[in-house]
């Protein structure tokens, strides 16, 4: 099973304009978070997926594969799938630019979904984990996902779900973590659907992938990482890795 990772990567960002530039440690972010994934060793390949010359430029004089992509895209999956479309592999998992402290486990569980799927029934892999926090349950900005017997997601919702109309049911909450693996048919399939209107209200990508039918499996994870979406998040990384 050939296995790649593709980071996707813009330059422009409305919260934190150029933050994968910026330094963590020295190098940027977008190189420590490629160096990061090409060290699990879990990879035949490690591209940076990017429509910045600067990040571009970047990754090859640091050695790294990059690749030029249309600047267009509207997702992620959109912006890997032009990189994937003519190329021979399996499986291919999407990691976040700016999550620089990504590691080997959440990435070989995620993996390890396809390898255990012998009938090829699922299509996406992705994290989630347990919500401790009640104010994480009510915010709009961390994405919840419901899942049923099997960990298959059934929803993905920036509203508390389930409802707690029984608050006495026992039910868990879980924050869906931005990283996945696709087989490669489903992602391409993905860049040729149209965005419907359950995606464009949440604006999560996941439930187009649901809305077609396709099957998501859901890997519960103690990752969280640290997204750098803000100069906030920046200085907290730099506390991380100082302690």
């Given at each position: 099973?050939?296995?790649?990772?593709?980071?996707?990567?813009?330059?422009?960002?409305?919260?934190?304009?150029?933050?994968?530039?910026?330094?963590?440690?020295?190098?940027?972010?977008?190189?420590?978070?490629?160096?990061?994934?090409?060290?699990?060793?879990?990879?035949?390949q490690v591209i940076v997926a990017t429509d910045s010359d600067v990040i571009f430029d970047e990754i090859q004089k640091n050695g790294g594969q990059a690749v030029m992509t249309s600047a267009n895209h509207q997702t992620g999956s959109d912006?890997?799938?032009?990189?994937?479309?003519?190329?021979e592999v399996d499986v291919i998992v999407n990691v976040q630019g700016?999550?620089?402290?990504?590691?080997?486990?959440?990435?070989?569980?995620?993996?390890?979904?396809?390898?255990?799927?012998?009938?090829?029934?699922?299509?996406v892999a992705s994290l989630m984990q347990k919500i401790k926090l009640a104010e994480d349950v009510i915010?709009?900005?961390?994405?919840?996902?419901?899942?049923?017997?099997?960990?298959?997601?059934m929803y993905f919702s920036r509203c508390p779900i389930p409802y707690p109309r029984n608050i006495h049911s026992g039910a868990s909450y879980y924050r869906h973590i931005g990283v996945y693996a696709f087989r490669k048919n489903a992602l391409l399939d993905f860049s040729k659907h149209?965005?419907?209107?359950?995606?464009?209200t949440e604006m999560i990508e996941a439930i187009r992938y649901l809305e077609y039918g396709q099957k998501i499996k859901m890997v519960e994870s103690d990752y969280a990482g640290i997204g750098i979406d803000t100069p906030e998040d920046l200085e907290k990384a730099e506390r991380y890795l100082r302690q």
């Open positions: 099973m050939k296995t790649i990772a593709v980071i996707p990567a813009r330059y422009d960002s409305s919260r934190f304009p150029g933050k994968l530039m910026e330094k963590l440690d020295g190098k940027s972010i977008i190189q420590t978070t490629y160096q990061a994934a090409l060290d699990t060793g879990l990879f035949d912006r890997i799938a032009e990189v994937v479309q003519n190329r700016d999550e620089p402290f990504i590691t080997y486990q959440p990435l070989f569980d995620l993996i390890d979904v396809f390898r255990k799927d012998v009938a090829q029934e699922i299509a915010n709009p900005n961390v994405v919840k996902v419901i899942v049923d017997k099997n960990n298959e997601a149209q965005m419907l209107p359950n995606e464009e």
